[in-house]
């Protein structure tokens, strides 16, 4: 497809997305998604982050495989949580799972530094190239089970693979303040949770809706990893 085909796709996929936080707005508490992640969601080539046969369909409002396994979540799944975190534009954030990059660089738009980390060496390649222009994104291959203690701590934490429990790592290296996004559960109960951090340092979740995502693999599985950029 021609490059300013995908413009109208992309504009049609916000409208849906705008509609399906309208009908779950009961329970997320955000009917109305922000303006700055909409137009960003509006402007950030999805086609450039699935696999290049799924290019024409990249803009439905559903998850599509990219290898290995693992999916590039949801187009309103990526809005949500994103909007959830409350992103400021001096932010410092951590993605663990990047995929082939596309929630990192909607983070990259709407805060200042992201630090990402992808345990598929394969997937972490791929997202070094799609990502090689966002100059605000700097990759691991590593573990996330981790996160990544060299940077922290960050001002919000995003997860796009569910633990059975939140690990205390990632609450560890979330500053007092903070917000993180992370579904957790078991396979066939996971919950999308928002995590805040008081300035005192007391932390409070809250489950927002239930929902699906590949498994974030355990510490045990964890190695030193690389930064690739």
């Known amino acids: 497809m021609d490059e300013d085909a995908f413009a109208p796709l992309r504009q049609a996929m916000v409208a849906e997305i705008a509609a399906e936080a309208a009908l779950a707005g009961d329970q997320t508490g955000r009917p109305v998604l922000g303006e700055k992640v909409m137009r960003t969601m509006a402007e950030v080539p999805r086609h450039d982050f699935v696999p290049v046969e799924l290019r024409e369909v990249a ?34 954030v951590l993605e663990i799972g990047t995929g082939l990059g ?4 909607i983070l990259a738009r709407l805060a200042k ?71 957790a559960g078991n396979p066939d109960s996971q919950q999308l949770i928002l995590v805040e951090k008081t300035p005192e340092g007391r932390v409070a979740t809250t489950e927002i809706l239930r929902v699906r995502f590949s498994l974030l693999e355990p510490e045990q599985a964890a190695s030193d990893g690389e930064t690739l950029s």
Do not use: C
Not at 59 to 87: C, E, H, R, W
């Open 59 to 92: 803009y439905l409002n559903t998850p599509l495989p990219i290898g290995f396994g693992k999916t590039i979540s949801q187009p309103f799944i990526v809005a949500l949580m994103t909007d959830l975190l409350d992103l400021d534009e001096d932010d410092v």
């Open 102 to 105: 596309y929630q990192a660089a």
């Open 113 to 183: 530094r992201v630090y990402s980390v992808e345990l598929l060496e394969e997937l972490a390649a791929q997202a070094r190239t799609r990502l090689a222009r966002q100059r605000n994104i700097t990759l691991r291959r590593a573990n996330g089970y981790n996160g990544w203690p060299a940077h922290a701590p960050y001002d919000k934490v995003i997860v796009t693979a569910a633990p059975d429990l939140i690990p205390p790592s990632l609450i560890h290296q979330l500053k007092p303040g903070g917000r993180m996004m992370i579904p």
